[in-house]
C-alpha cells in the first residue's frame, strides 16, 4: 500500500493544463500580498493588475444597480415589509420590488435547492429572451441552469465524451477549460486553428481537414466546440461562419458546443447566435437540419452584467434523443442545482429593466457606460499595440481580450529554453516581474506551432498599466536584441 | 456517423444512480405543478410534502436573520452608505454593519471571481473556527471553499481514482452522491455495511472484511468514507468508532473523507470530528498517526443554517503530499472558484455572533429554536412510526433523516415484481400516489439483500402529513396482507 503520490493519482487531471490560473497568476497574488503586507519596497511597481482572468468587477467594473438592489431583497425579504423606507430613504424604485416579489414568489427562498435543472419560472424567462433575441420560439424543457457556463460545459462534455477515441473539434487558440476537461475526461481533443489573417474567423476548410485526419486516426469525433466571440481571440463571427459550421456539423453528425458567453460584448459587426443561424436554416430549407444536436451557453460572468463571483448561467438544447436528455438531467440532478442567487442574476440578465420602467434609464446609463468604456480601453490597448516593436494585433473586435503576436528575438527564445520555458511564458513572466501586469502566454491558449502571442484583457482602469506594458517591451526588445 | 444515444454516450454516465431525484421526485413535482395550476381535484391530497431532501428552506425553516443581513449589505454595498436607515428604520445591528464592511474589505466585490481555493480571509476565518471546534491549530493554507460539500466530493474522487481499480470503501446505506460519482469516474465502490442492530454504527470487522475481499479481487482501496452524522441513517458515531476508522486508515494506508455536513445536528451524545480525533491520536501517540490522509467537509447546506441554495462549502486536508495537492489546487482552479455570496456564508456559519454582540440574542434564539424543531419533530415521527405494523427504527440521533425498516407483505413484494420495481419503491411511489408525501426508497441508498427501508427527512411542519402516512401504510398493509 502506498498513500496518494503524484504517480498514483488520477493521470488524466495530472495531464491536464490551466494557465489562466497557473504559475503566472499564483506568483501575481504572491505580489498582491506583499503589497498589501507593505512588504514591497523592493517591487519596480507598486499595483498588481490582473490582465489574465476576465474578472470586471475585480477591476474597475461596478455591478448594474437594479440587479444588485433586487438581490439584496432576495438575500433578505423582510425588508419587503418596509416598502416606503426602501423607496423613500434607500432609492429603491417600484419595480426592484416588483421583481423580487415576483422571483420569490416563483423560487420560494434563495436558501432551498431548486429543481435540478433550474427555477422553471427562470427556465421560461429565458426562453422568452432566446425568441426575442432570435426571433424562434425556445422550450423552457431544454434550459438547464448552471453554475457558470464552465459547469454547463463540464456536464455536456462528461455526457458526449466515451473514452480516448471520442473526439471534440477545439478551436486553437481556445479558452483552456475544453482541452483541460477533455484531459481530465480522457477524451481526445481534435484541434483545428482558427485564421490569425482573417480576424480569427473560422475556416471550413481547415475544419474539414482537422476532422478528416482524426476521422483517419480511428477517432470518433462526435462535437464541434466554437467560442463565439472568441476567448482569447476576440474574433465575433459572421452569420456566414456561424452558418457553415452548422452545415458541417449536420452533413457529419456533430454536436455544436456553442460557447456564447460573451455575446454581448461586441464592437464591430453583430452577434450571431447559433440557433438563429439554425432556426433560419430550418426555415429556408424545409426539411433540412432537422436532426442538428446545438448546445448553446450563456453566462452572467461576462458582457455587462460581469458577475463572475455568482456563478451563473445556462444551456439550451436542441435536438438532443429524449433518452440523452434524460442522462443530462440524472447528471445535473447529481450535483443538486445551480446556485439560486446566481440562477436569479441569469434571470435579470436576460430580462432586465424595459423602456419605461421606473428603473430603466439608470440601467440604460450604466449598461451603456460599461459598454463604452470597454470599447475605449480595448482601442487605447490596441493603439498602444500598433507602437509596440513586433507586435501586431487585429483591431478589436468584441469579448473581453486582445491576443496580439509577438515576435520575439533569438536571444530571448534562447534564453527562454535554458529556463525550460516556453518563449511567450518567459516574456510574460518578465512583464510580471518588471510592471505588476498579469498577461497569460498563448502557449496557454495553444497556438500555431512557431507563432508567439499573449492574451490581455482590457478591463483594467486608466492607461498607466498600458504604458508601463510598452516600456518594459521597449527594454526587453533592447535587452535581448 | 451517428448522433447521440443512450447506447454510444459516456457509459459511466449511463451507469450512474441518484435516487434521490430520481423518478419519485420528478412525479412529486408534476403533483406540485398540477396543485398550483389548480387541476388536482382527481388527486387524494392538496399538498406535496418533499420529504425526500434535505431542504430545509424549501419547508418551515426561515434563513437566520443576522446571516441575510449580512448577505443583503454584500449584494447591494450602497446601502452601507445610508447606516442609519439601516439601524433606525430597517432595524440592523451595528455588527450586521461591521461583518458586511469586513467581508467586503476582504472579498472587494462578491460579483468577482476569488482566488481558485477561495477568499484567503474566509480561509482563515474557518481554521479559527476549527480550531476552537476541536482543541487544534488548522493551516487556512490547507483549506478549498467548494460549492456545498458535494462540490468537494467530487474535487476529490477526481484526484483520487485513477481508474477501475481503485477503490474507494463507502458505507451502505450511504447518500448516493458517493457510488454516483464512482459509477461516473469509473472507479469501484467497496461497500461496508453499517449495523442497524448498533444504531446504524460502523463496523470495523465489517470495513476489514469488505476491505480484505476487495484487495483479493486485485482492487486497489486507497480511501474510506464516513458519513458522520450518518445520511440517511442519522447516525451519530461515537469518539472510539472514529478512532478506530482512523486507526484502519493508518494501518492501510487509505484516506479518510469524512461527511461531517450534519455536525451540528446532533440529537444524542456529541459529534466527534475526524481531524479532533487524529490530532488527538498523535498528541497521544507521539510520533504516530503522522502520515494519516484526512479530507474532511462541510457545508451551509444542513446544521441550523439550513443555506442549501447558496451552495457554499469547504473541505480542509491533513496529511497530503505537495504534489498532490497542487493538483487538487489545479482542478479547483478549472472551475475557478465557488460561488463568492456561498463563501460568505461558509464565513458567517463558521463565525456567527457572539454573547455580548448586538445581533447574538435574536441569533441564538433563531438557532435553538431551529434545533429545538427538528428534534421534536425528529421524535414525533419516531413515535409516529413505533405505532406502525412492520416498522422498525431506532431513535433519532442526528442529521435530518430517519431511515425505518419495513417489512411488507409477500403479495406486496409480489406486485411490486410484476412492475418490474424494488418492494421499497414500489411502496414509496403508492405512498406518494396516496399522500402527497415523497420518501426515497432504501433502495436508493443501498442496504442489506432482502431487508427494505425509506428515508424521511423531518422538516416538513405540523403533524398532519405524519398521521396520512399512517392511514396509507395500515391502508397499504391491508390492501396486500
Not at 273 to 300: I, T, W
Not at 438 to 449: D, I, N, R, W
Not at 458 to 463: K, N, S, V, Y
Amino acid at each position: 500500500m502506498t498513500r496518494l503520490t503524484i504517480n498514483n493519482i488520477n493521470p488524466n487531471v495530472v495531464e491536464a493544463k490551466y494557465a489562466v490560473r497557473g504559475e503566472l497568476a499564483v506568483k501575481s497574488e504572491e505580489y498582491r500580498a506583499k503589497i498589501r503586507k507593505g512588504e514591497a519596497k523592493d517591487l519596480p511597481f507598486d499595483q498588481v493588475i490582473s490582465a489574465n482572468i476576465g474578472n470586471p468587477q475585480q477591476l474597475d467594473q461596478k455591478p448594474i444597480t437594479f440587479f444588485r438592489q433586487v438581490l439584496s431583497l432576495l438575500e433578505n425579504p423582510l425588508l419587503l415589509e418596509k416598502k416606503e423606507v426602501l423607496i423613500e430613504h434607500l432609492g429603491y424604485k417600484p419595480d426592484v420590488i416588483e421583481r423580487a416579489q415576483s422571483l420569490l414568489s416563483h423560487v420560494g427562498n434563495v436558501g432551498a435547492y431548486s429543481a435540478s435543472a433550474g427555477v422553471p419560472a427562470i427556465k421560461e424567462s429565458i426562453a422568452k429572451f432566446l425568441e426575442e433575441r432570435d426571433g424562434f420560439p425556445a422550450d423552457p424543457s431544454h434550459i438547464y441552469l448552471s453554475g457558470g457556463a464552465s459547469s454547463g460545459v463540464n456536464t455536456l462534455l462528461n455526457i458526449i465524451c466515451a473514452g480516448p477515441k471520442t473526439g471534440i473539434l477545439v478551436p486553437i487558440p481556445q479558452y483552456p477549460l475544453y482541452t483541460a476537461s477533455l484531459s481530465v475526461l480522457n477524451a481526445t481533443c481534435v484541434p483545428y486553428y482558427l485564421d490569425e489573417h482573417a480576424n480569427w474567423g473560422t475556416s471550413l476548410e481547415t475544419i474539414k481537414e482537422a476532422y478528416d485526419k482524426a476521422k483517419k486516426d480511428g477517432i470518433d469525433v462526435r462535437a464541434i466546440v466554437i467560442i463565439n466571440p472568441g476567448n482569447p481571440t476576440g474574433a465575433s463571427l459572421s452569420e456566414e461562419d456561424v452558418s457553415s459550421v452548422i452545415k458541417f456539423a449536420d452533413q457529419e453528425d456533430l454536436v455544436v458546443m456553442a460557447d456564447e458567453v460573451y455575446q454581448t460584448n461586441v464592437f464591430k459587426g453583430t452577434f450571431h447566435s447559433f440557433r438563429g443561424a439554425l432556426h433560419k436554416l430550418q426555415d429556408e430549407n424545409p426539411g433540412q437540419y432537422k436532426s442538428v444536436e446545438l448546445a448553446s451557453l450563456h453566462s452572467v460572468s461576462k458582457g455587462m452584467v460581469g458577475e463572475c463571483g455568482h456563478r451563473g448561467g445556462y444551456f439550451e438544447l436542441i435536438g438532443f434523443e429524449p433518452e440523452v436528455e434524460a442522462e443530462i438531467y440524472k447528471f445535473v440532478s447529481i450535483t443538486l442545482c445551480a446556485p439560486v442567487i446566481g440562477q436569479c442574476l441569469v434571470e435579470l440578465m436576460v430580462n432586465p429593466p424595459k423602456k419605461g420602467d421606473p428603473s430603466y434609464d439608470l440601467y440604460s446609463q450604466e449598461y451603456t457606460g460599461i459598454f463604452e468604456g470597454l470599447k475605449k480601453r480595448a482601442f487605447a490597448l490596441y493603439d498602444a499595440f500598433q507602437h509596440m516593436e513586433g507586435v501586431e494585433c487585429g483591431e478589436p473586435q468584441g469579448s473581453m481580450y486582445l491576443f496580439p503576436t509577438i515576435k520575439l528575438p533569438a536571444k530571448a527564445v534562447e534564453a527562454a529554453k535554458k529556463e525550460g520555458r516556453e518563449a511567450d511564458e518567459f516574456y510574460c513572466l518578465r512583464m510580471l516581474e518588471a510592471t505588476g501586469v498579469c498577461v497569460v502566454p498563448g502557449s496557454g491558449f495553444g497556438q500555431k506551432e512557431g507563432s508567439l502571442h499573449f492574451r490581455t484583457t482590457f478591463l483594467a482602469p486608466g492607461t498607466e498599466w498600458v504604458g508601463s506594458i510598452q516600456k518594459f517591451h521597449k527594454e526587453f526588445m533592447e535587452e535581448f536584441r
